[in-house]
């Protein structure tokens, strides 16, 4: 069973450029997590998604970042108009449905913006 | 008062010491509860749920205190590749599908 997975691991984006990171679950898993963690600070949540639905976004900027996970293909974190605060690596994890908090993560993206 | 809070670290302890890390959580609420670690520039990854009445997995123990709001980790016998940042994981009220992760604290294994 295949884990969480990520792409690109790593992504370099001049200013002013989109970023779009991607994310697949886990086989069986609904819902999808989206982190981000700054060089040496913790882990902050961004969005909690679960197919066609933004279950809770509290955590993402309001502006530049959004989030979707289609019913087909992976989860997707779009940064528009990416400066140079959003160099950071970005994790995503996933959970199964039906009541539990343990969460798998991928191997994250790293993106450094120039 | 953050939602949870846990020593910064870091930790320096020689091969063989037993560790034990502290956590603290500010919703009575929460019903879920885990310690994850993290290698430097790698995901978390779950190292062991707590529960209630405490668990334990070969070198290491997990206890929880809903009375002081308050959670544990002992390593025992300390590794080298134990080295790692642990972090304490909190579910967010009475949600079992939304969890806080701590700030980390830093361990460092030394020979």
């Known amino acids: 069973n295949a884990g969480v997975m990520q792409n690109p691991r790593h992504l370099v984006r001049r200013r002013g450029q989109e970023a779009r990171l991607r994310c697949s679950p886990m086989k069986g898993h609904s819902h999808v997590y989206w982190y981000r963690q700054l060089p040496e600070e913790g882990l902050k949540f961004m969005v909690y998604l679960q197919k066609e639905n933004i279950i809770d976004e509290s955590g993402m900027p309001k502006e530049r970042f959004s989030a979707e996970f289609p019913k087909e293909g992976p989860s997707i974190l779009r940064i528009q108009q990416v400066v140079r605060g959003d160099s950071a690596a970005y994790f995503c994890a996933s959970s199964p449905p039906g009541g539990t908090a343990e969460q798998y993560f991928g191997p994250g993206t790293r993106l450094t913006v120039t | 008062r953050k939602e949870v809070e846990q020593d910064p670290g870091p930790f320096n302890v020689p091969e063989g010491a037993t560790v034990a890390f502290n956590c603290t959580y500010s919703?009575?609420?929460?019903?879920?509860f885990f310690w994850y670690r993290q290698d430097c520039r790698k995901e978390p990854k779950l190292l062991m749920s707590v529960y209630s009445s405490g668990n334990e997995d070969g070198r290491f123990t997990a206890q929880l205190n809903r009375a002081s709001q308050y959670i544990s980790l002992l390593i025992r016998d300390s590794k080298l590749s134990d080295s790692a940042t642990y972090l304490c994981?909190?579910?967010?009220?009475?949600?079992?599908?939304?969890?806080?992760f701590g700030p980390g604290t830093s361990l460092s294994v030394i020979p």
């Open positions: 919703n009575s609420a929460s019903q879920s």
């Open positions: 994981v909190v579910g967010r009220g009475t949600s079992y599908d939304k969890v806080i």
